[in-house]
Every structure is written in structure tokens, then in C-alpha cells.
């Protein structure tokens, strides 16, 4: 819950910083948990272990740089995740065998700092309604315009047919590509390999 509310939050603060305080009026510059959790989303994760927050609304009309601040706002959320990541591995790698760190914290420093960067990892992919398709897509359209089509189009049902798929069978296409980037980054910030 804490790592989808402050994801939203640095979309938010990113978004203000840009010169857009549409987030901010509407009460979402908050770590708040109550401002960014959305019923359905947060029923999801305690039933089936995915979920979502409420997306921080953007006007992109008050950026004083719509494409790239667009792309910073984006970019945001993945960053403040990885950095909730970075600082608890940093506890995890220093204060691990010091006697300091009970069972019960060091599991729970392991799975804070482990779905903090799959939580950044998973928004980085470019489909909609990720942070990487916002971030990515200004890119792609340059390149492969066609591709990017394709991938606006047709992505979010692909997204969600891997998620339903992984759920059903037990076997997840999207962990299969995600899990060398989480493996990596527990690796650099804990010193611990998964």
C-alpha cells in the first residue's frame, strides 16, 4: 500500500514541479494512503495479489515542456519506487548479521524492498496504461511509428491476457521477463541474490 501511494505521490510531486498542480488540487500531493488507493485495485491485491492505485490525473496543457515533462511525470513513480527499493536494501546490506535486524524485520525489508522493484520494473513496460508507455512512446513513435500503434492498441489487452494467464496456471510470462531486472537490482541495492 505505502509503495503504490508514494509511486503516486512522485507522479504527483514530479507533475507540480512541472508547473501542472492538478494533482495537488485535487488533495493527491499526499502520502496519504486514502488519496491514491482505488477500492477495486486495492481488493485485488489482498485477493490476488495484484492491484493498483488510482493514476494521478495530468494536464499536460499547464507542462511548460508538455512532451518531455510528460515523460518526467512518467518517469517518476518507477524512480521513487526503486528509491524506496535502494534505501532498504542499504538497511538490509549494512545492518544484516550486525544482530540489529530481528527475523521478522529482515523478511520484511526483503519483500518491502523486492515488490518496490518489481513495482518499478512492471511500470517501465511501454504499454498502456503504464508509466513506460509514456515514457517509451514518444521514443517509439520517432522509430517505429507503426509498432507504437500497435502496442497502444492492442498492449493493454496483451498486458492484461499475460496477468490473467500467469494467474490461472501459475505460470507468468511477464515474472519470466521481469525476474533478471528484479534479481539485478536486489543483487545491487541488498547484496542479496534471489
Request: aromatic content about 14%; charged content about 10%; some cysteine.
Amino acid at each position: 500500500m505505502f509503495a503504490l501511494s508514494f509511486h503516486e505521490f512522485a507522479h504527483a510531486w514530479m507533475a507540480e514541479k512541472c508547473g501542472d498542480s492538478t494533482a495537488a488540487r485535487m488533495g493527491r500531493l499526499t502520502l496519504n494512503p486514502m488519496a491514491h488507493l482505488d477500492m477495486m485495485g486495492s481488493l485485488m491485491i489482498l485477493f490476488v495479489g495484484f492491484g493498483w492505485a488510482k493514476p494521478v490525473p495530468v494536464d499536460g496543457r499547464n507542462l511548460r515542456n508538455p512532451r518531455t515533462d510528460m515523460m518526467k511525470v512518467a518517469a517518476a513513480g518507477p524512480v521513487s519506487n526503486l528509491l524506496l527499493a535502494m534505501v532498504a536494501g542499504m538497511v538490509l546490506r549494512f545492518m544484516n548479521g550486525t544482530g540489529l535486524l530481528t527475523d521478522s524485520i529482515f523478511i520484511f525489508l526483503i519483500y518491502f524492498t523486492r515488490i518496490n522493484i518489481a513495482l518499478a520494473v512492471f511500470n517501465l513496460i511501454p504499454v498502456a496504461p503504464l508509466d513506460g508507455s509514456q515514457i517509451f512512446s514518444g521514443y517509439l513513435m520517432k522509430t517505429n511509428p507503426q509498432l507504437a500503434w500497435k502496442i497502444q492498441t492492442y498492449g493493454p489487452q496483451v498486458l492484461f491476457g499475460l496477468i490473467l494467464f500467469g494467474y490461472f496456471t501459475g505460470f507468468s510470462i511477464l515474472w519470466l521477463v521481469m525476474e533478471p531486472f528484479v534479481s539485478f537490482f536486489m543483487l545491487l541495492f541488498a547484496g542479496i541474490s534471489m
